[in-house]
């Protein structure tokens, strides 16, 4: 539908609503990378595939309070030899990639170091983050565009008019919180033989961003 041109008698207000929000997260989302070194194949890939075992056992236990479980990368690398002639190797490097995404921010810190705590293992994060169909999203929109309301209003009220009708409203941006960069990292060479005590884990809150432009007619004001 074409936007009627404005007019004397109809003129229009053109206005932006914008919202930034700071809410909670409701997810938490850590990688763990699984390894293994050896100067035998088999031998190196029966360490990562048992390692790999016990980490995602132990993630498991964790219930309801795990949103989700992935397996992501895998790797088996030959180590060349530094010295002399042929195709000699020195060792194989094996690797395996997980991604944990929790609800439960409490049994965040403690699955953490007790992931941690596995031989050869490493933590990365958390990174925090709103799931998809948050009502913080919504709650943004709604903001923006009663903030676009309230604006056009205030300037047709200035003027000593009203407005009369919405002529178009556009949503310029919803922006999701951003995710940072790097993390937490934790790793241990060896297994301890005392559990560690879980890590206190503070929450980082999330902004969301939500912007509409909106265009109102007002009735001909008296200047």
Same mark, same amino acid.
């Given at each position: 539908?074409?936007?009627?041109?404005?007019?004397?008698?109809?003129?229009?207000?053109?206005?932006?609503?914008?919202?930034?929000?700071?809410?909670?997260?409701?997810?938490?989302?850590?990688?763990?990378?699984?390894?293994?070194?050896?100067?035998?194949?088999?031998?190196?890939?029966?360490?990562?595939?048992?390692?790999?075992?016990?980490?995602?056992?132990?993630?498991?236990?964790?219930?309801?309070?795990?949103?989700?479980?992935?397996?992501?990368?895998?790797?088996?690398?030959?180590?060349?030899?530094?010295?002399?002639?042929?195709?000699?190797?020195?060792a194989y490097h094996g690797?395996?990639?997980?991604?944990?995404?929790?609800?439960?921010?409490? %049994? $965040? +810190?403690?699955?953490? !170091?007790? =992931?941690?705590? *596995?031989?050869? /293992?490493?933590?990365?994060? &958390?990174?925090?983050?709103?799931?998809?169909?948050?009502?913080?999203?919504?709650?943004?929109?709604?903001?923006?565009?009663?903030?676009?309301?309230?604006?056009?209003?205030?300037?047709?009220? %200035? $003027? +000593?008019?009203?407005? !009369?009708? =919405?002529?178009? *409203?556009?949503? /310029?941006?919803?922006?999701? &919180?951003?995710t940072p960069l790097g993390?937490?990292?934790?790793?241990?060479?060896?297994?301890?033989?005392?559990?560690?005590?879980?890590?206190?884990?503070?929450?980082?809150?999330?902004?969301?961003?939500?912007?509409?432009?909106?265009?109102?007619?007002?009735?001909?004001?008296?200047?």
């Amino acid at each position: 539908m074409t936007t009627p041109h404005p007019t004397p008698e109809a003129p229009h207000v053109a206005v932006r609503g914008e919202a930034h929000l700071d809410v909670d997260p409701e997810v938490a989302r850590i990688t763990i990378t699984v390894s293994a070194r050896g100067t035998d194949r088999s031998t190196t890939l029966a360490d990562l595939t048992r390692r790999n075992t016990r980490a995602l056992d132990l993630a498991k236990t964790y219930g309801d309070a795990i949103e989700k479980l992935e397996t992501g990368t895998f790797s088996i690398t030959p180590e060349p030899g530094k010295h002399g002639r042929g195709e000699r190797i020195r060792a194989y490097h094996g690797r395996v990639h997980l991604t944990v995404e929790l609800s439960d921010f409490t %049994a $965040l +810190g403690e699955l953490t !170091t007790r =992931l941690a705590d *596995l031989d050869l /293992t490493r933590v990365d994060g &958390p990174w925090w983050d709103l799931r998809p169909d948050s009502p913080a999203y919504a709650r943004a929109r709604h903001t923006a565009v009663t903030e676009a309301v309230q604006r056009a209003r205030a300037y047709a009220d %200035a $003027l +000593g008019t009203t407005l !009369t009708a =919405l002529l178009e *409203l556009s949503d /310029t941006g919803l922006v999701p &919180p951003p995710t940072p960069l790097g993390g937490m990292r934790m790793a241990f060479a060896a297994e301890s033989t005392d559990a560690p005590p879980p890590l206190d884990l503070e929450p980082q809150r999330q902004t969301v961003t939500a912007e509409v432009t909106a265009r109102f007619t007002m009735a001909p004001p008296t200047l």
